[in-house]
């Protein structure tokens, strides 16, 4: 089955600068990446996603690319704010006609520092 | 308008003791996931239905873990003889909706399971 692996597990950063935080995969099927952000004792809300036939998406401060070829995809946020602390997931799927279970990362806790 | 909600928010059980955790879906979201989120860990997922029908159960760690939809729009996963082990906030999303994007999964609050 599919296997995510998320890189840092901790991230603190100053306000206004970026961050980073970087995913793989093993399966070479998945064509869907979402990114959620979950605060503390809060459900888990999707921020971005990106499909496997787009390289990069942009809303705003946040960002994710994808390289398929090396299986691995990464979220960006620029101009961090302390309200951007939190615990981020990436994930991984397989999109069918019906549903589309997601293989989560263990998470990265980020913490922007004032 | 009503996202996902879930109840009870917390529940603490006794071992051995079987619980029941609700899950009421977006109004007309087909597709229903639970997940289980141990501490510190990412969401690990345990079952699908799509409407009434169980798709994949392929997650659920034994067969003490049981969950319904009946009438393809409540939910119900049912843990007996809860372990400590079993500890964990469970977590139910909710997609597909008619005419909408079919894989942005939106989640509730969860159920946050103590078992002492």
């Known amino acids: 089955g599919e296997n995510v692996e998320q890189h840092p597990s901790t991230l603190s950063v100053q306000e206004g600068d970026s961050a980073v935080i970087k995913c793989t995969y093993s399966d070479s099927a998945s064509n869907y990446f979402p990114w959620y952000k979950q605060e503390l004792g809060k459900r888990p809300q999707l921020i971005i996603d990106?499909?496997?036939?787009?390289g990069e998406k942009k809303d705003q401060r946040i960002a994710v690319t994808l390289n398929k070829t090396a299986k691995h995809f990464s979220l960006h946020i620029t101009e961090t704010q302390p309200e951007d602390s939190a615990v981020y997931f990436c994930?991984?799927?397989?999109?069918?006609?019906?549903?589309?279970?997601?293989?989560f990362g263990t998470g990265t806790q980020l913490k922007v520092e004032l | 308008g009503a996202g996902v909600s879930q109840s009870p928010r917390y529940k603490v059980a006794k071992r051995g003791q079987d619980v029941a955790l609700r899950c009421d879906p977006i109004?007309?979201?087909?597709?229903l996931f639970w997940y289980q989120q141990a501490l510190g860990q990412g969401p690990e997922f345990l079952t699908y239905f799509q409407n009434e029908a169980q798709l994949d159960k392929s997650g659920l760690p034994s067969d003490r873990f049981f969950a319904e939809r009946p009438e393809g729009s409540v939910s119900t996963l049912k843990i007996q003889r809860t372990q400590q082990e079993d500890s964990a906030v469970y977590l139910c999303a909710s997609s597909l909706p008619r005419g909408g994007p079919a894989e942005t999964q939106y989640f509730g609050p969860g159920t946050r399971l103590l078992v002492l």
């Open positions: 990106i499909r496997s036939n787009v």
């Open positions: 994930a991984a799927s397989i999109l069918t006609g019906g549903g589309n279970k997601l293989t």
């Open positions: 109004s007309g979201h087909v597709s």
